[in-house]
T-cell receptor, first 111, second 115 residues
Framework: SQQGEEDPQALSIQEGENATMNCSYKTSINNLQWYRQNSGRGLVHLILIRSNEREKHSGRLRVTLDTSKKSSSLLITASRAADTASYFCAFEGGATNKLIFGTGTLLAVQP | EPEVTQTPSHQVTQMGQEVILRCVPISNHLYFYWYRQILGQKVEFLVSFYNNEISEKSEIFDDQFSVERPDGSNFTLKIRSTKLEDSAMYFC?????????????FGSGTQLSVL
């Protein structure tokens, strides 16, 4: 399957703690993106990292990419209750322009 | 920020009926996509559309599915004869694609329930 795998499937932390989500994929990629989805809503783009980049930051978000291991991680620092959502990685690879999504991580941040 | 608009937000239909899901893309975007998500689980690619034709489709997108942009504005997904397993949240997404890697903008989805 082309689909990415994420772990953990679910993560529960306390406000103020950091949350780390991991994504693995099987194909070569052009870029990898992370999206957030609040329950029952559409997906919202968070951050994009290109295949020639290793790390990227945006506010409290830090994304790493290891193309040799075909994996990426999303770190949310100093989490807030409002960060509670599902987080999906998505990658674009080869000649295709479609994004293939990972299985998602459900993050619950307890106040 | 510009938005992708989807209608209706909820659609209930009987098995075997035709449904049309509508999407209004962001005005200067060139690439359009349909994805579906069953029960808040994985987000599955259905089809991509560019320059008034399908550029790629998945194995899910069989002969019962079709897409079109009839008036240069709305982008529609039609399911000709719905099955129970078509019940899902359907998302439209659009992309500018002026060159290089770009994000997708998603609509808020249409929840389709087939009874």
């Amino acid at each position: 399957s082309q689909q990415g795998e994420e772990d953990p499937q679910a993560l529960s932390i306390q406000e103020g703690e950091n949350a780390t989500m991991n994504c693995s994929y099987k194909t070569s990629i052009n870029n990898l993106q992370w999206y957030r989805q609040n329950s029952g809503r559409g997906l919202v783009h968070l951050i994009l990292i290109r295949s020639n980049e290793r790390e990227k930051h945006s506010g409290r978000l830090r994304v790493t990419l290891d193309t040799s291991k075909k994996s990426s991680s999303l770190l949310i620092t100093a989490s807030r209750a409002a960060d509670t959502a599902s987080y999906f990685c998505a990658f674009e690879g080869g000649a295709t322009n479609k994004l293939i999504f990972g299985t998602g991580t459900l993050l619950a941040v307890q106040p | 920020e510009p938005e992708v608009t989807q209608t209706p937000s909820h659609q209930v239909t009987q098995m075997g009926q035709e449904v049309i899901l509508r999407c209004v893309p962001i005005s200067n975007h060139l690439y359009f996509y349909w994805y579906r998500q069953i029960l808040g689980q994985k987000v599955e690619f259905l089809v991509s559309f560019y320059n008034n034709e399908i550029s790629e489709k998945s194995e899910i997108f069989d002969d019962q599915f079709s897409v079109e942009r009839p008036d240069g504005s709305n982008f529609t997904l039609k399911i000709r004869s719905t099955k129970l397993e078509d019940s899902a949240m359907y998302f439209c997404a659009t992309q500018k694609r002026t060159g290089g890697a770009e994000k997708l903008f998603f609509g808020s989805g249409t929840q389709l329930s087939v009874l």
